[in-house]
């Protein structure tokens, strides 16, 4: 019998919440840390712990049939894969901000400018949709320092608690997009698999509807 295949982020914002939701529906996984992969206890379920920004081509390629991701990620390379259920943790907000002391009115202000993101998809479709040209750099983590040390006028990066903004004298200026933890599913899932995501998805729909 076939398991349907569900990828996490193995470490950082998301796994934490993932990890319950999935308790909550009844998938158990007694996980040694290091292990990438766990089967689930009494349901046709495997578990795989992977990069958030690599989740997206496994959707893709059909080597996971489902995720728990952000869906700025998505956004941001996830073309082609449908989101089938919002889940209500992990609320961000993907946003430009530049220097506290910075002049900013509108996304124009940075026509000719250098942005330093991990989100080029993201940030490109913002700036192409208000006619502005501007130089990306891409950079993987800690985008938030590059203003500081003369990388970059401004950034586009995730924002939750505003924090690390603030710690880096950087101020939010415009919202690209908000998002949150979503279930999304490959395109290539078979009718097998269907079915066992159809009763999770029932599942989840139930325990969201308790948490309100
Ligand atoms: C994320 C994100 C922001 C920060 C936002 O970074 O890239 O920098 O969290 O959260 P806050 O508004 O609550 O401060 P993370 O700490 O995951 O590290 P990374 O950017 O190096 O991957
Ligand atoms: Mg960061």
């Known amino acids: 019998m076939s398991k349907l295949r569900i990828a996490v982020q193995k470490s950082g914002r998301l796994n934490e919440d993932s990890m319950r939701i999935l308790k909550d529906i009844g998938i158990s996984i007694d996980n040694g840390k290091d292990q990438l992969k766990a089967s689930a206890k009494g349901f046709p379920v495997e ?5 958030n920004g690599d989740i ?8 996971v049939d489902a995720a728990i ?4 990620v998505l956004i941001e390379k ?15 907000r993907v946003c430009i901000a530049v220097p506290k002391s910075g002049k900013y009115e509108s996304i124009k ?12 998809n993201t940030v ?7 006619g502005v040209n501007a130089n990306l750099h891409i950079i993987n983590g800690s985008v938030e320092i590059a203003p500081n040390i003369g990388l970059a006028d401004a950034i586009c990066d995730i924002v939750s608690s505003g924090s690390t903004l603030f710690k880096n004298n950087l101020k939010e200026v415009d919202t690209i997009l908000k998002s949150e933890a979503v279930l999304a599913v490959s395109p290539k899932m078979d009718e097998e698999r269907k079915a066992i995501l159809e009763t999770i998805q029932f599942r989840i729909q139930s325990v969201l509807k308790g948490r309100q």
Do not use: H, W
């Open 109 to 120: 202000d940075l026509e000719g400018k250098r942005i330093a993101t991990s989100y080029p």
């Open 56 to 63: 997206p081509q496994y959707l893709k390629d059909g080597v």
């Open 47 to 51: 578990v795989f712990y992977l990069r």
């Open 124 to 130: 490109k479709m913002y700036l192409d949709k208000n």
């Open 78 to 92: 996830g073309e082609g894969i449908d989101v089938v259920e919002k889940l209500g943790f992990s609320s961000c």
């Open 69 to 72: 991701i952000g869906e700025n």
